[in-house]
């Protein structure tokens, strides 16, 4: 699955741009052997035409497929890869896109008390269609039923008279989640509703569960939260399964998830939106916002032709060729030592930047002696996000902050190191000095430890 939306756009600008280096070939032939500057100018208008459409289908079938991998799917990744890529576009259309892709981030996580301010910076900044609005209000709906137990019927009411002013059947449907996720009371109401992605399955799969549980049918309502926990943890509704999970026995008919570790969980979640490093602006850009468009050195280099490039290039040369001609023999050599030396820094440079610990999870790594072979157990495991450390074992979750210079931590009063070495994970405390060991999806070794394929020796 993508997770990257850098690389989803690769894989489509690649063989974008390898077809209009094809493209150009007979273009190329037709002015080398014409040496007409109309012909050229004929060419080259043709070539622009050719590109601006590429360029069109290229961006529609992008924006179909993320789409179909945001929303239809679940692919919380590939969501924040794409507005930490995209929030800072100024173009109108890709902002509304971001601002959408935001409210369904921030709902998805549970992240409810942020879904107001987005929804009413994107009234602001576009015209919704009826249905488009509706659906803008059932989240704000959804949003105030998960995230307010206390909230009062009267004031429901009002929302819904607010929200879903025209539509009787959406508001009962509204009234069963109220019964459900408020009033503690179950409604079969629930049943009839239809969903037309995966997240919505999942949604609706969670209130069946909730509705079988107040019923008190407690096999069949852990069957369906048994289900869901199988899903991405970091959405909302799989913690909320989770939970159910865990007072399996309780009898209490109120669930809900601890509030101080719930507020942490989120905002380390919401800090998959923020870059790193903040970025920085050109001054002199802000005072020229109508030139915007071409200050693109992209899109500089699709409206140059390849074939006019190759000629940029070969110009080049020879005028470095001409300047190393003035050049004494000593700062020849000079020169020519510090190609190898900028290749070692670079080489160096990449090193550091591959060894380095990257966001994402690792997987416990479990050693089998009566079979001598190695597999994973996906319900521990080891995240880092930003500056803290997410460590799951069973039923726990402890949340950690680690230092990231000599890549260390403390728990329980003992100092734990770390090594990465391309998604292997080495985790030893500083008193046994014994090492466990965790695999990320990006290791090449996934594959064969998620299929117990890894053989291992003492």
């Known amino acids: 699955m ?19 280096v094809i493209l150009a ?50 692919n919380l990744d590939l969501m924040a890869s794409y507005i930490l890529t995209q929030k800072r576009k100024s173009i109108k259309t890709i902002k509304v896109r971001v601002q959408i892709a935001t409210l369904f981030y921030y709902y998805r996580i549970g992240d409810f008390g942020s879904i107001e301010a987005v929804v009413k910076e994107l009234e602001e900044n576009q015209k919704f269609t009826d249905s488009e609005q509706v659906t803008l209000n059932e989240i704000l709906l959804n949003a105030n039923l998960f995230s307010r137990p206390d909230l009062k019927e009267e004031e429901f009411e009002e929302l819904l008279a607010n929200y879903l002013a025209d539509d009787e059947s959406l508001k009962m449907a509204y009234r069963a989640r109220y019964d459900l996720l408020v009033k503690n009371e179950a409604n079969d109401a629930v049943l009839k509703e239809v969903a037309n992605n995966r997240f919505s399955q999942l949604e609706s799969m969670y209130l069946k569960g909730v509705n079988e549980y107040l019923k008190g049918n407690i096999n069949v309502a852990m069957e369906l939260f048994a289900t869901i926990v199988k899903e991405d943890e970091r959405l909302y509704l799989v913690r909320m399964a989770q939970a159910y999970l865990g007072c399996e026995n309780s009898g209490g008919k109120s669930v809900s998830l601890d509030a101080r570790q719930e507020e942490v969980t989120v905002k380390l979640l ?6 790193e490093e903040p970025v920085k602006r050109d001054i002199a850009a802000k005072s020229n916002r109508g030139l915007a468009f071409f200050r693109g050195w992209k899109i500089a280099l699709l409206l140059i032709p390849p074939f006019l490039m190759y000629a940029i290039i070969l110009v080049a040369l020879a005028v470095l060729k001409k300047i190393g001609s003035f050049l004494p023999q000593k700062f020849k050599i000079w020169l020519l030592l510090l190609i190898p030396v900028a290749m070692i820094i670079f080489y160096i440079k990449q090193e550091q930047e591959l060894n ?103």
């Not at 012909?39 to 924006?63: G, N, P, R, S």
Request: proline share 2%; hydrophobic share 40%; charged share 25%.
């Open 2 to 20: 993508v997770k990257d939306y850098k690389e989803l756009r690769r894989r489509y600008n690649i063989p974008a741009i390898v077809l209009l």
């Open 25 to 74: 070939l007979p273009f190329l032939y037709i002015v080398q052997v014409t040496q007409s500057k109309i012909i050229a100018a004929i060419c080259f208008l043709i070539y622009l035409m050719i590109e601006l459409v590429l360029a069109i289908i290229k961006d529609t079938l992008l924006i179909k497929k993320l789409y179909s991998l945001i929303y239809e799917d679940i």
């Open 270 to 275: 919401r800090l998959k939106l923020v870059e």
């Open 356 to 458: 380095a610990i990257k966001d994402g999870r690792y997987y416990l790594v479990v050693k089998s002696k009566s079979s001598s072979t190695a597999s994973i157990d996906k319900s521990t495991w080891v995240e880092f996000s930003g500056d803290y450390i997410i460590l799951k074992e069973g039923n726990t979750t402890t949340t950690i902050l680690y230092n990231s210079e000599d890549r260390s931590f403390e728990k329980e009063g003992i100092i734990y190191r770390f090594t990465d070495d391309h998604g292997d994970l080495s985790i030893s405390d500083m008193v046994s000095h014994e090492s466990v060991s965790y695999v990320s999806t990006e290791s090449s070794m996934f594959p064969k430890y998620e299929k117990g394929r890894v053989i291992v020796f003492d």
